[in-house]
């Protein structure tokens, strides 16, 4: 059996995923397909609308056969992290045929010299430790494949080229690459839409401003973080660590904490994931101790995927119950039990649901 995989946030899950998944079965009629999805937190820096398990069992009903967790700690960093961690536990399982991935401009060979201009440059400003004052890092590559490869990367196209950047530096050999047209909404569009992850988070928040996912429930707590906390250096420098405190002491709200925040070296994603990671306490030191640890952890299935799980099962160590943990590596065993703390911490917002991540089922449809 073929099977074609994709990374995801679901966040909720939305029409343009459904698409995905349908452009994937119309192209693969017989493979199985696997998604491994950001948990409880995503990497904007927001604890997801929904929680990882509602979501998991929605892209079963929706399609999927099987759906991973991408643990906290590698969710809540920047883009290049976030596709490295994200193809590196996919190409871990070594039953992987297809990589597939929603991108602004489909066309698979512009992707893969964008994503050549991206590692190049990247190992330029390695060695020069220097680039372009007039412009974040972020926009400085974007202007660079832009001049190497005919035209600017789309917001959507910036984590396909990732993707296929990291595939390319640490040679995950994927037998294809599958890009599929983003259609209808630009992925921040403030617009209801059906195919706008963000509209459609917008809506659920301004029809219920209650409700406990609501990223605003975090700012109290990095209004204390301003006092005692501390920030990932790794990520942001002193002078935009000052900014963030001045922000938090004299904000009073969290839109407003945003908007006095930012700056061209500050995305607001970039603000949130450091201010999530800080009240997780994610260190850097964490970060470089789970590398290269595997953390494969099935949230749902369907009885297809099922046969993919018995399959990788072979292959790697697959946490799904508490006498199953007792025979893992301790690199994985810790980092389950890090990224466990971390889905406390999402859970303790909603009483109804504070529970161990032992205590869900594994769902199967």
Same mark, same amino acid.
Not at 273 to 288: A, G, H, K, T, V
Not at 301 to 318: C, E, M, N, R, W
Not at 329 to 340: A, G, I
């Given at each position: 059996?073929?099977?074609?995989?994709?990374?995801?946030?679901?966040?909720?899950? &939305?029409?343009?995923?459904?698409?995905?998944?349908?452009?994937?079965?119309?192209?693969?009629?017989?493979?199985?397909?696997?998604?491994?999805?950001?948990?409880?937190?995503?990497?904007?820096?927001?604890?997801?609308?929904?929680?990882?398990?509602?979501?998991?069992?929605?892209?079963?009903?929706?399609?999927?056969?099987?759906?991973?967790?991408?643990?906290?700690?590698?969710?809540?960093?920047?883009?290049?992290?976030?596709?490295?961690?994200?193809?590196?536990?996919?190409?871990?399982?070594?039953?992987?045929?297809?990589?597939?991935?929603?991108?602004?401009?489909?066309?698979?060979?512009?992707?893969?010299?964008?994503?050549?201009?991206?590692?190049?440059?990247?190992?330029?400003?390695?060695?020069?430790?220097? &680039?372009?004052?007039?412009?974040?890092?972020?926009?400085?590559?974007?202007?660079?494949?832009?001049?190497?490869?005919?035209?600017?990367?789309?917001?959507?196209?910036?984590?396909?080229?990732?993707?296929?950047?990291?595939?390319?530096?640490?040679?995950?050999?994927?037998?294809?690459?599958?890009?599929?047209?983003?259609?209808?909404?630009?992925?921040?569009? &403030?617009?209801?839409?059906?195919?706008?992850?963000?509209?459609?988070?917008? &809506?659920?928040?301004?029809?219920?401003?209650?409700?406990?996912?609501?990223?605003?429930?975090?700012?109290?707590?990095?209004?204390?973080?301003?006092?005692?906390?501390?920030?990932?250096?790794?990520?942001?420098?002193?002078?935009?660590?000052?900014?963030?405190?001045?922000?938090?002491?004299?904000?009073?709200?969290?839109?407003?904490?945003?908007?006095?925040?930012?700056?061209?070296?500050?995305?607001?994603?970039?603000?949130?994931?450091?201010?999530?990671?800080?009240?997780l306490e994610i260190q850097p030191s964490m970060r470089l101790?789970?590398?290269?640890?595997?953390?494969?952890?099935?949230?749902?299935?369907?009885?297809?995927?099922?046969?993919?799980?018995?399959?990788?099962?072979?292959?790697?160590?697959?946490?799904?119950?508490?006498?199953?943990?007792?025979?893992?590596?301790?690199?994985?065993?810790?980092l389950f039990l890090l990224n466990d703390m971390h889905s406390?911490?999402?859970?303790?917002?909603?009483?109804?649901?504070?529970?161990?991540?032992?205590?869900?089922?594994?769902?199967?449809?």
């Amino acid at each position: 059996m073929k099977v074609v995989a994709f990374v995801s946030e679901l966040n909720p899950f &939305h029409k343009g995923h459904e698409y995905l998944i349908n452009k994937i079965k119309e192209s693969y009629p017989n493979a199985g397909i696997i998604t491994i999805m950001s948990g409880d937190y995503v990497q904007r820096g927001e604890p997801a609308i929904f929680d990882k398990y509602t979501r998991g069992k929605t892209a079963i009903i929706k399609g999927c056969d099987l759906v991973l967790e991408l643990p906290a700690l590698y969710v809540l960093s920047n883009a290049e992290s976030f596709a490295y961690h994200s193809i590196r536990l996919l190409h871990s399982l070594q039953c992987v045929d297809v990589l597939a991935f929603g991108a602004e401009h489909p066309n698979l060979d512009y992707l893969l010299r964008a994503a050549k201009v991206n590692l190049e440059v990247k190992d330029q400003l390695q060695e020069q430790h220097e &680039h372009n004052q007039n412009l974040s890092f972020n926009e400085y590559i974007y202007q660079c494949i832009e001049d190497k490869a005919s035209y600017r990367p789309g917001s959507n196209d910036i984590l396909a080229i990732e993707y296929l950047a990291q595939s390319l530096r640490y040679q995950f050999n994927f037998k294809e690459f599958y890009p599929i047209q983003r259609i209808k909404s630009p992925y921040n569009e &403030h617009l209801h839409s059906q195919y706008a992850a963000s509209s459609i988070r917008n &809506h659920i928040i301004k029809n219920a401003p209650c409700h406990h996912m609501n990223p605003s429930t975090f700012f109290p707590l990095y209004k204390r973080l301003g006092v005692l906390g501390s920030f990932d250096l790794n990520e942001i420098n002193e002078g935009d660590e000052s900014r963030i405190r001045d922000a938090l002491f004299t904000s009073t709200s969290y839109q407003e904490f945003l908007k006095k925040a930012r700056h061209k070296r500050l995305s607001p994603s970039r603000i949130r994931r450091n201010c999530l990671s800080s009240i997780l306490e994610i260190q850097p030191s964490m970060r470089l101790k789970h590398r290269n640890s595997s953390f494969i952890r099935p949230i749902a299935s369907s009885k297809k995927g099922l046969s993919i799980v018995s399959k990788i099962a072979s292959q790697v160590p697959i946490i799904q119950g508490k006498k199953a943990f007792h025979t893992l590596p301790e690199l994985t065993k810790e980092l389950f039990l890090l990224n466990d703390m971390h889905s406390a911490l999402y859970r303790s917002l909603d009483s109804s649901n504070y529970k161990s991540d032992f205590s869900f089922p594994f769902y199967i449809l």
